[in-house]
């Protein structure tokens, strides 16, 4: 099957984002296994709110530097759920599929240590190599992995403390049924992020607002993604819509316009919620529809 593999690799008619960083052996249901790839890792359920508001930043792209933000990478792209990903492969950073080197060059123009040397990439559910004690180790190997690894932004001391408070509160669980993608799931997920980012305008912390505005959008973006094929044209538009409006509202600068135009958002989010809930089925986050796209 290998040469059905080259065939998914190769062609940049792939519907979701995420398959670009996938290898697979196999044709179409390996790849749809590959990116819906779930490894078993859930939040604990007394996670603070802290460890929620890193859950967001993990999976923005515009936290990461260089290469990886351009192509729209994230924390979350190797580490799927705060797990692995048996078929991540990204050119010139990967060996095997599951593994990355990212101390690569082509990652950062400073970090890079000029041998290839991709490892697999570790559950960070599970005990690692940096220590999970609070508070300390882990804050320090999160910034020298942004800043030097991925040419990142020096992180907001907020944004560390936020990303390794949720690698803290990562527990191995039960394997969640076939699919790790949810629509209700993608939507929770921009619903907190756009509450988040509210509050800390409240707050004036201006740079984690933006950061997690950047994660709500970038989910937003997944989930139209999903919505794909000419049926659902209205619904990505509805998508499209929410994600702009979202971005002015954070651009507003009086706080009663802006707890305005959050209040409106929010309340065009829920139609959309229920426009989308609709046409799910038709959706690619139907396994089925979702493998039919790939013969
Ligand atoms: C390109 C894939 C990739 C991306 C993107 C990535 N990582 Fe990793 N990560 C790895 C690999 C591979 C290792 C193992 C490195 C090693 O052992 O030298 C690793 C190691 C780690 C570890 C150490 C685990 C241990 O052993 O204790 C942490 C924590 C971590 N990553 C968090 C993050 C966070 C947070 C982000 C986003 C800012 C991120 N990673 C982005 C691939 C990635």
């Not at 940049?12 to 984002?17: E, N, S």
């Amino acid at each position: 099957m290998g040469g059905a593999a080259l065939l998914l690799a190769a062609t940049d008619a792939l519907p979701l984002r995420a398959m670009q960083w996938l290898k697979v052996d196999g044709g179409p249901d390996a790849m749809v296994a590959a990116v819906n790839y779930d490894p078993g890792v859930c939040l604990a359920a007394n996670a603070s709110q802290n460890a929620l508001t890193g859950e967001i930043l993990f999976r923005t792209p515009s936290l990461l530097g260089g290469q990886a933000a351009k192509a729209g990478l994230s924390c979350a792209s190797c580490h799927v759920n705060g797990g692995d990903n048996p078929n991540f492969h990204f050119p010139n950073a990967s060996g095997a599929p599951g593994t990355a080197d990212v101390s690569n060059s082509f990652f950062s123009a400073t970090g890079g240590n000029g041998t290839f040397d991709p490892v697999s990439i570790p559950n960070l559910a599970e005990p690692g190599k940096v220590s999970r004690a609070d508070p300390g180790e882990l804050e320090a190997f999160l910034k020298t992995l942004i800043v030097v690894e991925f040419a990142g932004e020096e992180p907001h001391p907020a944004a560390l403390s936020a990303l390794a408070d949720y690698i803290r509160a990562l527990r191995s669980c039960e394997v969640q049924g076939e699919s790790g993608r949810s629509l209700a799931g993608d939507l929770a997920l921009v619903e907190r992020a756009a509450l988040m980012a509210e509050r800390r305008m409240a707050e004036r912390d201006e740079d984690m607002a933006r950061l997690l505005v950047a994660g709500a959008r970038d989910t937003l973006g997944r989930i139209y993604e999903r919505f794909a094929g000419d049926d659902l044209r209205k619904e990505r538009n509805s998508i499209e819509h929410s994600s702009i409006t979202l971005h002015a509202a954070s651009r507003e600068t009086g706080s009663s316009n802006r707890i305005a135009s959050f209040a409106v958002w929010r309340e065009t989010f829920h139609g959309l919620r229920q426009i989308l809930q609709r046409r799910e089925d038709e959706s690619l986050y139907n396994v089925q529809r979702l493998r039919e796209r790939l013969e």
